[in-house]
């Protein structure tokens, strides 16, 4: 998992060395008649816990909207989304992406669940969510959230605080929160996340992300 932490880091790091980087955010000048697609790689280092890697996937089109997931409900767990875009007003954009999914391996349920934002001049609120119905028993009922508030004093860095609500893996408290720092340059983006730190055992996740 520390190979995977540093190589994380070093392509993220190299990736930020110029400026001009482009965020993943839709824009109103977008066509509509082409495909956006977003790929995440984020490496959980959990302390007392095994430490893993959750990728995610989506892609979009109008209104449209696909995702897929795993190890993000649960581990050895993945997730499959179809959802509707809805995007209004410029300088203060309004975001969001209502949606349903299906979730199978570990965890198998059917989960409600949401994407959305705001964002004026250089912050940026986002949020995601959902609430798994499990199938095999109401125990596994459980609903997951993840949270950022970020400024963005350039193009290419930004910073902000987190929240996130995940059943992955288990710390003395029930919502996690920390810092992110984040770097991009063109179609690609690298953040820091530390969640628990003077709390408890803090939890590193870094995160590669590609827009195409």
């Known amino acids: 998992m520390w190979t995977l932490a540093i190589a994380l880091f070093l392509v993220g790091t190299a990736a930020a060395q110029l400026p001009n980087g482009e965020t993943s955010k839709p824009t109103a000048d977008s066509s509509l008649e082409q495909w956006s697609f977003s790929l995440n790689i984020a490496g959980y280092i959990v302390p ?56 199978f391996g570990n965890t198998t349920g059917v ?18 969510g959902e609430f798994v119905f499990a199938t095999r028993s109401s125990s596994g009922n459980c609903f997951y959230s993840w949270t950022e508030l970020s400024y963005s004093p350039t193009e290419w860095f930004r910073t902000g605080i987190v929240a996130q609500r995940t059943k992955a893996y288990h710390t003395s408290l029930d919502i996690q929160r920390g810092i992110l720092i984040g770097l991009s340059h063109k179609k690609a983006t690298f953040t820091t996340y530390i969640f628990n730190a003077g709390w408890t055992d803090p939890t590193v996740v870094l995160s590669l992300g590609f827009n195409f």
């Open 111 to 128: 989960a409600p669940g949401y994407l959305a934002g705001i964002s004026w001049k250089r912050l940026d609120l986002s949020t995601e």
């Open 48 to 103: 007392h816990d095994r430490s893993y890697a959750s990728p995610t996937f989506s892609a979009d089109r109008s209104h449209f909207h696909f995702g897929g997931r795993y190890n993000y409900e649960d581990k050895e767990t993945g997730s499959l989304w179809v959802g509707y875009n809805f995007q209004v007003g410029e300088k203060l954009a309004l975001r969001a992406t209502p949606m349903v999914g299906g979730v």
